[in-house]
């Protein structure tokens, strides 16, 4: 057997927004969970050697995989979307295909800051509602306009309970990496 | 059994980067989604590794990611690209990503297969 050529495809969004639900419906393992350690120096102090000056911050972050075939193997890893983790969201986005940013209609604002980092690094990325209760409360282009996103940036609604729906977010998003490379 | 061994055994009251002698960097550059996979040489050596090293290389029989070692043996994700990146070295394990350059993003021809993949699920 060769081994699988990795891909990477990253899940953003707010606190309970659904993300581990989202990898565990189309995960082939339960997901898993790592965490990734930094040590910040204190702002102000450039003073390396003191030990007191840095603090540690920990961030776990759940992933699974999706065998493709016997060549392809898809990660999905779920990140927290505050701002005190985009140390975490430069790896992770780098060589990614893309992020899915889930949003839930009523805390919409909470996803501002992945919104607003994969803009920025110019991530490839769809904003994906996640209509958990099986009730739309908003319509996707009133997200978009709330959310002020381009036109080109799919707005999709998905369940993140059902592997349909989330496989096909994930198709949405592929085909939309694919019109950026085209572009480029 | 000693006093200090459930110290030693419980992961996280170790201090992190105490199997790597304080390193907090690879030796080579490992993106997280990397495949891991030990090699002959490493299958033959793995009896004569410290204990860290030994269950990455046990572990990667199946070829599986760095986030993956790191999950399963409990360790932080840095600790274990550095614990990984010296097996790469000393060629006990072997690794795999989608591109030469791990900063690119997936080509257009990658892209149609995992695309593929994905509609066929």
């Not at chain 1, 995989?65 to 975490?88: A, K, N």
């Not at chain 1, 992020?99 to 805390?107: H, Q, Y």
């Not at chain 2, 960097?25 to 009896?47: D, F, M, N, Y």
């Amino acid at each position: 057997m060769n081994n699988p050529i990795p891909v990477k495809i990253v899940v953003a969004g707010g606190f309970a927004v659904g993300k581990t639900t989202f990898v565990s419906a189309i995960s082939d393992i339960e997901p898993l969970t790592t965490e990734a350690a930094m040590t910040k120096v204190s702002e102000g102090i450039d003073d390396f050697g003191d030990a007191k000056t840095k603090k540690s911050t920990t961030v776990a972050m759940d992933f699974g995989r999706v065998g493709l075939s016997d060549e392809l193997v898809l990660y999905l890893f779920g990140t927290p979307g505050q701002d005190r983790f985009h140390f975490m969201w430069d790896e992770l986005v780098r060589g990614a295909i893309g992020a899915c940013v889930l949003i839930d209609t009523g805390r919409i604002d909470q996803c501002f800051p992945a919104i607003d980092y994969m803009e920025n690094a110019g991530v490839p990325f769809i904003v994906a509602i996640n209509a958990f209760d099986g009730m739309l409360r908003h319509h996707p282009e009133d997200v978009r306009e709330a959310l002020d996103l381009p036109r080109h940036i799919p707005v999709v609604v998905t369940d993140a309970r059902h592997r349909a729906a989330v496989r096909d977010t994930l198709v949405a998003l592929v085909r939309h990496a694919m019109t950026m490379a085209h572009a480029t | 059994m000693t006093d200090s061994e459930p110290d030693v055994l419980s992961g996280l009251r170790v201090r992190p980067y105490m199997v790597t002698g304080g390193r907090t960097r690879s030796v080579v550059e490992l993106p997280l989604e990397t495949i891991v996979r030990v090699t002959p040489e490493g299958q033959k050596a793995a009896g004569t590794l410290n204990l860290e090293p030994r269950q990455i290389v046990e572990l990667c029989h199946q070829p599986m990611s760095i986030a993956e070692v790191s999950a399963h043996l409990r360790l932080h994700l840095q600790v274990a690209k550095v614990l990984v990146g010296d097996l790469v070295h000393s060629g006990h394990v072997a690794t795999h990503s989608a591109t030469a350059d791990a900063t690119d993003r997936p080509d257009l021809q990658l892209l149609e297969r995992v695309l593929d993949g994905l509609q066929s699920l």
